[in-house]
């Protein structure tokens, strides 16, 4: 079977006339009915039979046109990709992640990623959520890893990589360290470690205040290490965003839950533009999501 055969076919069926077919094909009407009747002879089943002067599908017609027209429009994508990744001298992948994030999931699916495609630069901008979005939609980085915060957009790919509990990183020596799950109201005593910067601190804290419910004293700093020095020297709880703790961390890792003993649910994405949206983007974020949830 030619692909120049299925091309044929479609033709036929979309224009309904060998004659327009051959028109659109560029080829003589004995030629295109010649290789129609060898497709047929070569799966060995009928895919039209006459119907007064015009033609009709066979239910195996029906079958083998809807299939090659996928088959096609995978063909046009894959050309299409083909090209674009041949076209480019440098390939390049700038990934956004959230400035407080410290879980595993990222580092592991880059490195899985860049040993699949070790032809891709890969390159990291960090911020607070509201750096990510703008950095988004500026176009200075192709997707980024981060919490939802705002309604879904359709002008974005929303992959969500997994919805889990809210966490704190405590001391091992904090008041709250051994209990099981802490509660929001428990946390009200407590002040509450975000990372921000200075233009930032009071869109961070209205997030988390306001719209998860959780802190009410509140110690800001620019960098994740100074966060989690301050954890582990007892002077409040860092909100984390990420799903594991690593082996071996110093900083206890706690469930958060509201009053009423009700689970604070928080949805990770990886987010990018639909309109800028390509093979690597898509299997890093197949690769990113499969590191959440196993």
Not at 82 to 100: F, K, M, P, Q, V
Not at 136 to 142: E, R
Not at 198 to 227: C, H, M, P, W
Request: hydrophobic residues 35%; charged residues 30%.
């Amino acid at each position: 079977m030619l692909l120049r055969q299925i091309k044929y076919f479609l033709a036929i069926v979309e224009t309904n006339s060998f004659t327009e077919a051959a028109e659109v094909c560029f080829i003589s009407q004995s030629a295109i009915s010649q290789q129609i009747a060898a497709l047929e002879e070569e799966l060995e089943v009928k895919l039209t039979k006459r119907d007064g002067r015009k033609f009709i599908l066979t239910p195996a017609g029906e079958y083998f046109y809807k299939r090659s027209k996928a088959i096609m429009h995978d063909i046009d994508n894959m050309k299409n990709e083909t090209t674009r990744i041949g076209s480019d001298d440098e390939l390049h992948l700038n990934i956004g992640y959230l400035a407080s994030y410290d879980g595993t999931e990222l580092p592991q699916a880059i490195t899985e990623f860049s040993k699949k495609y070790p032809e891709v630069v890969v390159t990291f901008f960090k911020g607070t959520h509201e750096d990510l979005y703008h950095a988004l939609k500026d176009k200075k980085v192709h997707i980024v890893l981060n919490d939802q915060r705002r309604a879904f957009s359709d002008e974005y790919e929303n992959y969500i990589l997994n919805q889990c509990p809210a966490y704190i990183d405590v001391s091992a020596t904090h008041p709250i360290a051994k209990r099981e799950v802490v509660t929001t109201t428990e946390l009200d005593k407590y002040p509450c470690i975000l990372v921000a910067t200075k233009n930032r601190e009071s869109i961070e804290q209205d997030f988390y205040e306001n719209t998860l419910g959780i802190g009410k004293q509140f110690l800001f700093v620019e960098s994740l290490d100074d966060a989690r020095l301050m954890a582990m020297s007892g002077r409040g709880y860092l909100l984390v965003e990420s799903v594991k703790n690593k082996v071996g961390d110093p900083l206890v890792r706690k469930e958060v839950r509201r009053a009423d003993n009700v689970p604070i649910v928080r949805t990770y994405c990886a987010f990018w533009k639909k309109a800028s949206s390509n093979y690597y983007i898509e299997e890093f974020a197949g690769i990113l999501r499969k590191k959440f949830t196993e």
